[in-house]
C-alpha cells in the first residue's frame, strides 16, 4: 500500500513562500507508470476540498488557477519525492495541505479529490500578518 507523508508545513506571511514536500513509499507502484498522479489539495475551515495540482511521472503537471502563477509542483525521483512551492502567499491560502496519489485520466491528472486514492495525514498551512 503507497504511503505519503507530507512536511513543510507552517506559518507565513503575505507575499512571502512556502515549501512543502510529499514522501512516498512503494515509489515503484505509485509511479510506475504515467498512468498515476500524485496531487496536492488543501482544505480550509468550513470549505470544501481543493485542488491545488499533481504530477505525473515524466513531469507533466497541471495546476489549479487559484494558485497558477504562483506554485510551483516538481519531482524528485531519485529521493521519491513531491515537492509543492506556492509563493506570493496569501491569506487564502490557509488550510491543511494533502498529498494524494491515483490513477491519471485520460492521461492528465484528475482534479477530484474522490478519484485519488491513498492520502497522506496533511500538514497545516497558515499564512498571517
Known amino acids: 500500500q503507497v504511503q505519503l507523508v507530507e512536511s513543510g508545513g507552517g506559518s ?5 513562500s512556502l515549501s512543502l514536500s510529499c514522501s512516498a513509499s512503494h515509489y515503484g ?20 476540498r481543493e485542488y491545488v495540482g499533481a504530477v505525473q511521472r515524466d513531469g507533466l ?4 488557477d487559484s494558485v ?6 516538481s519531482l524528485d525521483k531519485d529521493k521519491h519525492t513531491i515537492h509543492l512551492q506556492i509563493n506570493s502567499l496569501r491569506p487564502d ?9 491515483g490513477p491519471s485520466v485520460v492521461d492528465d491528472c484528475p482534479r477530484q479529490s474522490r478519484t485519488y486514492i491513498y492520502w497522506g495525514q496533511g500538514t497545516q498551512v497558515t499564512v498571517s500578518h
Not at 497558477?68 to 509542483?73: E, F, K, M, P, V
Not at 491543511?96 to 496519489?101: D, G
Open 12 to 16: 507565513g506571511q503575505p507575499g512571502g
Open 29 to 48: 507502484e505509485t509511479f510506475a507508470d504515467n498512468r498515476r498522479c500524485v496531487g496536492w489539495f488543501r482544505q480550509a475551515p468550513g470549505k470544501e
Open 61 to 64: 503537471r497541471n495546476i489549479a
Open 68 to 73: 497558477l502563477g504562483r506554485a510551483i509542483l
Open 93 to 101: 491560502d490557509t488550510g491543511m495541505y494533502y498529498c494524494a496519489s
